[in-house]
């Protein structure tokens, strides 16, 4: 059955995160990009939401709610929608709990989910971006080999969110021997690995102030217990496209919020005798800036729907909402930014964080997952 | 929870109206090439909606609300190769789904709905003068004891051949503009009424175009829909604003149209190309796709976009929700698919793509009217614009 109407809870979490949003992540984004560091009382704020421990199971500790792909496209749109930056600092673990829920043995699920279902934030990062120009994930250069009932992993990883404190990473691999991305494997990589080197990176255009690390994994030994699944593995493309969506979930909110700080300002500010909003050309900017805002949330929420009923539809709804939100979120934040002139160029106002911003949830695979 | 999945019995329908769709593909040029005939109710051996009707019967309520599925079931029908007649058998109005019915049905009082709601209605609004801008239009309107006088000219109207009778906008008071506008239901009998010529078109050739004369045109005085001859002072006429909200069903119905055109012209595409051995892989990222490739998928993602506007625009309306908005959302998406995607189509097929040997051309054809009627793509931004800016019509203009 076709239907928009969220849940009843969907709709209260969605309504108290944009408050939230609004009121608390929104007034010092700018204050925490230009700092470049993520307060710690940010993720302890977000994580008093219990948004990450509300899914895991109650054997694990957790609220034994459902692991909903939709309920997590509607939080990171709302919280998207104050600040993207500290949306992904307080989301980013979740890419590692919903992928061991979705996947993890009962072994992995219980030695690893209750530390999440605590009331201290736990950090923890999927590491999938590599450093190569035109990075694919089914053609990715991180190797998996088996070695007797273990595993040797070699590669490296890049621009993984939380990786400064994470205390394990979620590293994608591939069997070097396999095609495309049922040759892909996750591992559960503790930090104090032999063999495992994180250092910070070096800073990035966008979501900015989230801590990124670059994980180097020089002949990494690891027990068969630590591939994902065990010996059945992952959906490796589901856990990419819940990644690709979480991204696009939060471009949707950031998205809206360009819009409609663009909306006022376009009243306010007069040109030859006139507000610009009264012109065509900046009136049917916003017209459509309007039109994709809802638009790209009705992908998403496809999407993300279908990744949570598993339908074999899944992959291709993501292709198109990641392309869609891809085309459409850039243009957006540009366009909002122009609207601003001179002033939106200017880092006092935010037009210019959420350019950087929309460009680097765009072209990242997902630091945040559905 | 929001869910985007069909259940098996709406998803059988929608393969049904497509496999009745392609089985009268012979058909197609047919009408092409008859445009100055009224078509007959059903050309030899042509399948129609009537195959797919009883399946309604076995939607449960649980399923789609049912604007909603009719607008997925509008995409499935304009997108395949041939025609399927007989769907406004389908539509809560029966027999009578002209535009014109829906006014009557919107701004009409109970007695008019009971009088005139078998007739076929088509709309008469535009002028020679007057297309998006409605409030500039010049036909009059004269109370003459107890006929109304009609005088002026009007062109574009859908149906206007084949109906019973029109919905025509006129003033009964100039001065007062948009205020003065009221819609008056006439008869194609009505002494005055001309019928002056069927237009020739790039597309829709089945459906016949109408211009229209009225000199002199008596008709009797409760002709007027709703009944309300007085002209409000300093705002719009409540007769108006009943006539706009009509399009507020419409304008979604309109758009799921164009977006079929796209939806046929890029299954046509996928088709053909995949021939040609050139598929798009789910799988693949974007860095690994060739140009086609990323081609298809953008054109499926916007085709997709526009899909859900208008099934969000009508699931608004099925659920009582107000959808003025997002029916200009949809209108402006499928508006815009309606062109750019069948003429991708062609770009990516090449010359062949031009020939009568093939379909595809005729999608962006009949496809285009989209953008334009109900409406243009430009009317639905400044509707919107307002909209969000909070301006009234005579602020953004």
Redesign the interface.
Do not use: C, N, P
């Given at each position: 059955?076709?239907?928009?109407?969220?849940?009843e809870e969907?709709t209260m979490i969605r309504e108290s995160l944009q408050g939230f949003a609004a009121e608390v992540l929104a007034p010092r984004a700018r204050a925490i990009d230009e700092a470049g560091e993520m307060p710690a009382e940010v993720i302890q704020a977000g994580w008093d939401f219990g948004l990450i421990a509300a899914s895991i199971p109650e054997a694990y500790g957790g609220g034994g709610g459902d692991r909903?792909c939709?309920t997590n496209a509607v939080v990171l749109e709302a919280l998207g929608g104050g600040c993207a930056s500290q949306a992904v600092a307080i989301m980013a673990p979740g890419q590692f709990v919903s992928a061991l829920i979705d996947f993890g043995t009962e072994e992995q699920k219980a030695e690893h989910l209750p530390r999440f279902a605590g009331p201290t934030p736990v950090a923890a990062g999927l590491a999938l971006q590599e450093s190569q120009f035109?990075?694919?994930?089914?053609?990715q250069r991180t190797t998996a080999t088996r070695k007797g009932n273990g595993w040797v992993l070699n590669g490296e990883k890049r621009l993984i969110p939380l990786g400064d404190q994470a205390d394990h990473f979620l590293v994608l691999a591939r069997d070097p021997d396999g095609d495309?991305?049922g040759a892909v494997s996750a591992f559960i990589v503790p930090r104090d690995a032999a063999g495992l080197t994180v250092t910070a990176e070096s800073g990035s255009q966008g979501l900015k102030p989230v801590p990124k690390a670059r994980i180097t994994l020089n002949a990494v030994e690891l027990p068969g217990s630590a591939r994902l699944g065990g010996d059945a593995g992952i959906d490796a493309?589901r856990l990419v496209n819940q990644a690709r969506i979480g991204a696009a979930a939060v471009a949707v909110g950031l998205c809206r919020q360009a819009t409609d700080y663009a909306?006022p300002y376009?009243?306010e500010r007069v040109a030859f005798g006139e507000p610009i909003?009264?012109k065509?050309s900046i009136?049917?900017m916003?017209?459509?800036m309007?039109?994709e805002c809802?638009?790209?949330r009705?992908?998403v929420?496809?999407a993300a729907?279908?990744l949570e009923?598993n339908?074999p539809g899944a992959?291709?709804?993501?292709?198109?909402?990641q392309?869609?939100v891809?085309?459409k979120a850039i243009k957006i934040a540009d366009d909002a930014l122009q609207i601003f002139g001179g002033h939106g160029f200017i880092r006092d106002l935010p037009l210019e964080m959420w350019l950087r911003n929309a460009r680097t949830l765009t072209v990242l695979?997902g630091p945040v997952s559905v | 929870m929001a869910d985007f999945r069909l259940s098996a019995i709406d998803q059988q329908i929608l393969d049904k109206v497509i496999e009745v769709g392609n089985s009268t593909t012979a058909h197609t040029r047919y009408y092409e090439d008859h445009e100055h005939e009224t078509p007959p109710a059903r050309l030899e051996g042509e399948r129609g909606f009537e195959e797919v009707f009883p399946l309604f019967g076995q939607r449960q309520p649980d399923d789609t609300p049912m604007m909603t599925f009719m607008m997925a079931v509008s995409i499935a029908r304009g997108s395949t190769s041939g025609v399927v007649r007989g769907l406004g058998l389908a539509m809560p109005s029966g027999r009578a789904s002209g535009l014109g019915n829906a006014a009557l049905q919107s701004a009409g009082t109970a007695e008019q709905k009971t009088k005139w709601g078998n007739l076929f209605l088509s709309m008469s609004i535009t002028e020679p003068g007057a297309g998006s801008d409605t409030k500039a239009i010049q036909t009059t309107a004269r109370l003459d004891g107890e006929e109304w006088v009609l005088n002026g000219d009007k062109i574009f109207v859908t149906d206007g051949v084949k109906c019973d009778g029109a919905i025509v906008w006129a003033t009964i008071d100039k001065s007062a503009g948009r205020a003065g506008i009221k819609s008056f239901l006439v008869l194609r009998d009505a002494p005055g009424f001309e019928l002056v010529r069927q237009e020739k078109k790039l597309g829709i050739r089945a459906s016949d175009t109408a211009a229209y004369a009225f000199r002199d045109c008596r008709i009797p005085r409760d002709s007027l829909l709703g009944g309300d001859e007085t002209v409000p002072k300093g705002g719009g006429s409540a007769s108006y604003k009943g006539v706009m909200k009509t399009f507020n069903m419409t304008r979604p119905a309109v758009a799921s149209g164009g977006v079929a055109k796209a939806k046929g012209a890029l299954e046509f595409a996928k088709a053909a190309l995949a021939e040609e051995g050139v598929t798009v892989d789910w799988d693949k990222s974007f860095n690994q796709r060739s140009a086609v490739e990323q081609k298809l998928i953008e054109m499926e993602a916007d085709t997709e976009a526009a899909t859900l506007s208008v099934l969000h625009a009508a699931w608004l309306s099925d659920t009582r929700q107000p959808n003025n908005l997002e029916s200009s959302v949809c209108k402006a998406k499928g508006g815009e698919v309606c062109r750019t995607i069948p003429q991708a189509a062609m770009e990516l097929l090449g010359g062949m793509s031009v020939s009568h040997d093939h379909l595809v051309e005729k999608y962006l054809r009949d496809g285009r009217i989209s953008d334009i009627y109900e409406g243009t793509g430009q009317i639905q931004r400044l509707i919107i614009a307002r909209e969000i800016l909070g301006y009234s019509s005579e602020e953004l203009t």
């Open positions: 059955m076709i239907t928009f109407a969220l849940s969907q909903s939709m035109g990075f694919a994930a089914e053609a495309g991305l493309g909306l376009a009243k909003g009264k065509q009136a049917f916003l017209a459509d309007h039109i809802e638009t790209m009705w992908m929420w496809k729907s279908l009923h339908d992959a291709r709804a993501s292709v198109l909402a392309d869609y891809r085309r695979d | -």
